[in-house]
């Protein structure tokens, strides 16, 4: 919650008030004894559930395909929420490294570059045209001279004169 007030420049007091809430402690399903909210409005939910979070010390992230947030339950390293992304009915986990991959690429003008002549000589092979042993020396060369040009050692233009050849 810190996290995200730092991020979005806000004060913690007025973005949120935590007010009293009505809970008591009582008996559940004559089996435990646990919290138990007598809401009076909608806030008081949040507010509930929120101090439950902060209890926890529940972590969140952003989507790294949807940009919404997300609780981590086990692993921190999580990228992507379970939520259903677009028409397909496919969650954000399932095909967001796929879509921040072809994201990535559409932006990069070397990538995009270096994917389509990759692609180009790897048909060769299945056409008889190069043997795998030359596609994959030229593929080590290719992602060297890919590398320098996101580094800026090389330029675009010289890059692409470098596949053309």
């Known amino acids: 919650m810190l996290a995200y007030c730092d991020r979005h420049k806000c004060k913690l007091h007025e973005w949120f008030s935590f007010e009293p809430l009505p809970i008591n402690f009582e008996p559940v399903d004559n089996a435990i004894f646990t919290d138990v909210l007598h809401p009076n409005s909608i806030y008081d939910i949040i507010d509930f559930f929120l101090r439950a979070c902060i209890k926890r010390e529940q972590l969140f992230k952003i989507c790294k395909n949807c940009n919404r947030y997300f609780a981590i339950n086990s692993y921190t390293n999580t990228e992507y929420c379970e939520r259903e992304y677009g028409e397909t009915g496919r ?75």
């Not at 990535?104 to 270096?114: C, D, F, L, P, T």
């Not at 060769?124 to 795998?132: F, H, S, T, V």
């Not at 596609?135 to 010289?158: C, H, N, P």
């Open 91 to 165: 969650t954000c986990k399932a095909i967001g490294a796929t879509q921040t991959n072809k994201r990535k690429i559409h932006e990069n003008s070397v990538v995009r570059a270096y994917n389509k002549e990759y692609k180009k000589r790897f048909a060769w092979i299945k056409y008889g045209k190069i043997p795998k042993e030359a596609f994959y020396e030229w593929s080590k060369q290719a992602q060297a001279m890919r590398d320098k040009s996101l580094a800026g050692e090389v330029t675009l233009l010289e890059f692409l004169e470098w596949l053309e050849r």
